[in-house]
């Protein structure tokens, strides 16, 4: 046996025990969804008396309200981008059998898939976050500064998407054609 065969059979346990590792990570990156699904719904719940209590108020009220059930749609938001990336990491990398059927837009082929669906779910994340503050409304200057600086994250990251990710895909499918 040479020394390219004992290196080789080095990488190969490195690979195989690089499964497990990803497989903790996607559990652990689920059960975090999970735990921020939960905080959404505490969050959810302890505006429903803000609620109660603005029906007879202001409407000053009414916007630190909506800005307060904006602040759960985030957290929710953030778990399915957690959700989605541990599903995906667990599909890639772990269950090498597909033994389980994911629903389509779930399916990943490739680690490009999971970047295309991580990156949807961000620009979603960075939209309510602006949403959240614009609600709120209270330096004009700074919102716009702020916007403005979520627009050019945005359009980079299509940008991105675009030319290194997309294309990739698309050159994947030419050549299956």
Avoid: C, Q
């Amino acid at each position: 046996m040479d020394d390219r065969d004992i290196l080789t059979n080095i990488n190969k346990g490195f690979v195989l025990a690089g499964r497990y590792f990803v497989a903790v990570a996607s559990i652990l990156t689920i059960l975090a969804a999970g735990f921020l699904i939960f905080v959404g719904i505490w969050e959810f719940v302890n505006g429903i008396p803000r609620i109660l209590n603005s029906l007879f108020s202001n409407e000053e009220h009414r916007l630190g309200l909506s800005a307060h059930f904006i602040s759960a749609i985030d957290l929710f938001m953030l778990a399915v981008v957690m959700f989605v990336m541990g599903i995906g990491l667990f599909e890639l990398f772990v269950d090498k059998e597909h033994g389980i059927l994911y629903p389509h837009w779930l399916r990943m082929n490739d680690l490009n898939d999971l970047k295309e669906k991580l990156i949807a779910a961000t620009v979603m994340v960075i939209i309510i976050t602006f949403l959240e503050h614009i609600v709120m409304w209270e330096k004009p200057l700074e919102t716009l500064y702020f916007g403005g600086s979520i627009a050019l994250v945005i359009v980079s990251v299509t940008f991105f998407s675009k030319l290194i990710v997309g294309g990739k895909s698309h050159k994947k499918e030419e050549e299956i054609k």
